[in-house]
């Protein structure tokens, strides 16, 4: 399928519809972010009265300590969007060109590299993740490693399974006979064959990220020097917003993260309807 058309058939499609316009708008958010929040939420002197609803000055409220929450959601879908977006690629170059290799030249190499993804995937996943935040810091620079670190292994035994079915094909087998070396299969025609799969996998891998950021900053694990939505709602739940009666505290915050995630699935499932030659044939049956 060609860029232009499968971008118009990904707008076409109600899913992919809502993806690209909430993620969009998130962008856009993120980037002007100075120019849509009416408060510096970095800025101890931009603060108001404690615990306010939700009004015209202040559309989300303000937090325990006065600052606007509407501002701190502007200025944290940065880092959720950053660290979305960055875990996504590492993970999908890492697992994507390890999985390629490893069902490319197949024997030792493949053994020694799924090997090493059987240790990765049987690691308790989030003990470690909170020991290394611990010890090493808690910069989103180190969550994102982190994050990166525990999340290729799954899309590499993917990848290595699409790479193992592909060799068999006429067309493969053909140019081996013909000499072809195998970076030359590699880069002309197993790394290609991977692309559906790896666009699904980048769309799932950002959103479930943006999750994960959430819930580590949740926990009081995320960095202290930023503001993201994990972090709103760590300090609703260290100053008993629910206690307090702050509901907006924890609605808004949870909101954003509940759109941001979403509309990056709803760009996968979308993507993966279209990429998919199965899903597709049974949607137009349907």
Not at 18 to 43: E, H, K, N, Q, R
Request: with cysteine; charged share 15%; aromatic share 12%.
């Amino acid at each position: 399928m060609k860029r232009y058309s499968f971008l118009k058939h990904l707008w076409y499609s109600s899913q992919g519809k809502f993806g690209i316009i909430t993620l969009s708008l998130l962008v856009i958010m993120a980037v002007f972010a100075p120019l849509i929040a009416p408060f510096d939420p970095y800025d101890i002197t931009q603060r108001g009265l404690r615990l306010q609803p939700p009004s015209w000055k202040h559309l989300f409220g303000t937090d325990w300590y006065g600052t606007d929450i509407f501002s701190q959601i502007v200025y944290g879908s940065r880092i959720s969007l950053i660290i979305g977006g960055a875990t996504a690629l590492g993970v999908t170059v890492i697992g994507g060109l390890l999985g390629v290799i490893a069902g490319a030249y197949g024997r030792g190499i493949d053994t020694l590299l799924m090997r090493i993804v059987d240790f990765v995937m049987v690691l308790p996943g989030l003990p470690i993740m909170i020991m290394i935040l611990t010890y090493v810091g808690n910069s989103f620079y180190v969550l994102i490693m982190v994050l990166v670190l525990f999340g290729w292994a799954g899309i590499s035994r993917v990848v290595r399974a699409v790479v193992l079915s592909e060799k068999k094909r006429g067309y493969v087998e053909a140019a081996i006979c013909a000499g072809a070396t195998k970076w030359y299969l590699i880069k002309k025609h197993l790394l290609p064959a991977t692309y559906p799969v790896l666009v699904v996998n980048t769309a799932f891998t950002a959103a479930g990220s943006m999750l994960a950021e959430a819930g580590l900053s949740f926990l009081g694990f995320g960095d202290p020097r930023v503001i993201s939505w994990g972090k709103i709602l760590n300090n609703a739940r260290t100053s008993n917003a629910l206690v307090l009666g702050a509901w907006w505290w924890i609605i808004f915050p949870g909101l954003a993260i509940f759109l941001a995630s979403f509309s990056v699935m709803s760009l996968g499932v979308a993507a993966e309807k279209l990429l998919n030659p199965k899903l597709r044939d049974r949607r137009e049956e349907v």
